[in-house]
C-alpha cells in the first residue's frame, strides 16, 4: 500500500533547496502539502526568505524563525538536509512524491469525513475533492521558446487538410479540418431532426477509420442505437428492427448478418446508463484513453439536459452552466474532441422562418460560451411536406471559435438514419 507520508522525499526537496536556492522559485509545492510540522515551518521560512529577495540558506532561514529554530531541530537539522544532498538532479521526483502522498492524505480525510457523515453533499465534496487533487501539481512545464519552435516548425511541414477526427462528411471536414482535439462542440436540434442519428454517423465514421468512440447515451438503451447503425451499415429501414421475423426479407437478413460483422469489428463503447453524471463520463473517458493511447478518440453525449447534475443548483442554467463547464475541462485534460448534443427551445416553433439561433439554445446560460463549435440541424422537409429540400439537412455553423462560421448541407436518409455528401447524393438520385 502506497503511504500518506513521504519523509525522505521532504528532507531530499527541502535539501536541495538549501544546496541551490533558486530551486524555490521552480516549485509550486505549499506548506500544506508536507506531512511533518517542521517541515512545514521549513518550507515557509524559505518562502519569505525568498519573497523578501534574499538567498534561501540556513542562515536566512534562521533568521525568519527565529526563537522556532529549535522546534524544528535547530539548525544541526537544516546542516543535516543540506548536507544529504548529493545533487539537485531528483529535485523535481522529490516534488513529484510529496505531492502523491498529500493526495493520498487529504483523499483519505474526504473519504473519513464521508464514512461519518455520509450525505448527498458529502457525495458531492468527496467528487470535488477527486477532480481537484486529480489536477494537483501538473504543470505547464513548457517555455516561451518551446512553444516558438513548435509553431517555426509547423509553419514548415506539410500536413493534411484534415488535422483532426474525420466525420465521413467532405463538406463538414472542409468546415473543420476535422474535429479538433480539446474542442467542445454543441449539435443542438429539436426532437426529430435527426440529431441522434447524425452523432452515430460521427462516432461511426470515426471508428471505421481505426479511431475509437464513445458513445454515452442518456436516452437510448444501447441496442436500440446498434439497431440504427446496423440500418445505416446494412441499408435496412430502421421501423423493421420491431419485429425481424416479420418485417425482414431475405436480403435484408444477408445485410443484417453483414454489418453486424463490420461492426464488431468498431472500436465503439455505449455507455447507456440513464443517470450518468460527469464523473460517471469523466472515468469511462480516462478508461479508453489507457486503452487505446494511440487511436483518434471521439466523445458523443446524447443528450446535455439528462446528464445527471453532481450537486443542487438554484436554477437549470446554472446546473447547464456547471455541466459544460467541467465537459469542457475534460476535452482539454483528456485532448480529445466532445460532440455534446442538446435540446432547442420551442421558441423555434414560433417563428416563421425555423432555423435555430444562438437564443434557442435550452437553458443556454454558459453554453455559447464554453463551446468551441455550435452547430445546428435544420431540416426544411420536416416543417414543410412539400418543400423541395427532400431529404436535405442543414448544418449550420452558428459559432467557431477557431474557423469560419455558416451553412453546409449534407443528404440525410431518414429510413437508414444515414447521412451522406449531398453530391454523392444527388448522383445516386437518392432525393
Same mark, same amino acid.
Request: with cysteine.
Given at each position: ?44 521560512a524559505m518562502r519569505e ?139 443542438? #436540434? &429539436? ?10 454517423? =460521427?462516432? %461511426?465514421?470515426?471508428?471505421? $477509420?481505426?479511431?475509437v468512440s464513445d ?115 475534460? #476535452? &482539454? ?10 435540446? =432547442?427551445? %420551442?421558441?423555434?416553433?414560433? $417563428? ?80
Amino acid at each position: 500500500m502506497q503511504s500518506t507520508k513521504n519523509i525522505e522525499a521532504e528532507q531530499g526537496l527541502l535539501g536541495c533547496i538549501l544546496v541551490e536556492s533558486d530551486l524555490i522559485k521552480e516549485t509550486t509545492l505549499e506548506p500544506k502539502h508536507f506531512s511533518e510540522e517542521r517541515h512545514k515551518r521549513i518550507f515557509q521560512a524559505m518562502r519569505e526568505v525568498d519573497a523578501k529577495g534574499s538567498r534561501v540558506d540556513i542562515v536566512t532561514i534562521v533568521t525568519v524563525l527565529g526563537e522556532a529554530t529549535e522546534q524544528i531541530g535547530g539548525t544541526g537539522y537544516l546542516t543535516e538536509l543540506a548536507s544529504s544532498v548529493p545533487s539537485v538532479i531528483s529535485f523535481e521526483t522529490y516534488q513529484t512524491l510529496i505531492y502523491d502522498a498529500f493526495k493520498l492524505r487529504d483523499m483519505q480525510k474526504a473519504a473519513l469525513d464521508f464514512a461519518n457523515s455520509p450525505t448527498d453533499e458529502g457525495i458531492v465534496a468527496v467528487y470535488k475533492k477527486t477532480v481537484e487533487l486529480q489536477e494537483l501539481g501538473i504543470k505547464n512545464k513548457r517555455t516561451k521558446m518551446d512553444i516558438l519552435t513548435d509553431i517555426y516548425n509547423d509553419m514548415h511541414q506539410e500536413k493534411a487538410e484534415i488535422t483532426g477526427v474525420e466525420t465521413g462528411l467532405k463538406d463538414l471536414d472542409d468546415m473543420t479540418g476535422g474535429w479538433q482535439n480539446s474542442d467542445l462542440i454543441i449539435v443542438a #436540434a &429539436r426532437p426529430s431532426m435527426g440529431k441522434t442519428a447524425f452523432a452515430l454517423n =460521427l462516432a %461511426r465514421a470515426n471508428a471505421e $477509420r481505426g479511431g475509437v468512440s464513445d458513445v454515452f447515451s442518456l436516452e437510448m438503451p444501447d441496442r436500440q442505437l446498434v439497431h440504427r447503425m446496423l440500418s445505416d451499415m446494412g441499408s435496412i429501414e430502421s421501423t423493421k428492427w420491431r419485429n425481424p421475423h416479420r418485417f425482414f426479407s431475405e436480403k435484408d437478413y444477408e445485410n443484417a448478418t453483414r454489418a453486424i460483422g463490420q461492426y464488431e469489428k468498431l472500436a465503439i463503447n455505449i455507455h447507456d446508463n440513464p443517470s450518468q453524471s460527469v464523473a460517471d463520463i469523466r472515468s469511462a473517458i480516462r478508461k479508453t484513453k489507457k486503452d487505446h493511447p494511440d487511436k483518434k478518440h471521439l466523445v458523443v453525449i446524447d443528450y446535455l439536459q439528462l446528464i445527471t447534475p453532481i450537486g443542487k443548483f438554484e436554477t437549470k442554467n446554472l446546473e447547464v452552466a456547471a455541466i459544460t463547464g467541467e465537459l469542457k475541462n475534460i #476535452a &482539454r485534460t483528456f485532448d480529445v474532441p466532445i460532440i455534446l448534443l442538446s435540446q =432547442l427551445s %420551442r421558441g423555434v416553433e414560433q $417563428r416563421q422562418d425555423k432555423r435555430p439561433m444562438m437564443s434557442d439554445l435550452r437553458d443556454s446560460g454558459s453554453i455559447e460560451q464554453d463551446a468551441d463549435i455550435v452547430a445546428f440541424l435544420y431540416r426544411d422537409d420536416y416543417y414543410d411536406k412539400q418543400s423541395e429540400q427532400k431529404n436535405i439537412i442543414e448544418i449550420i455553423f452558428a459559432k467557431h471559435r477557431n474557423g469560419s462560421t455558416g451553412t453546409i448541407t449534407a443528404a440525410f436518409i431518414k429510413e437508414y438514419g444515414r447521412f451522406i455528401n449531398l453530391n454523392y447524393q444527388m448522383e445516386a438520385k437518392l432525393a
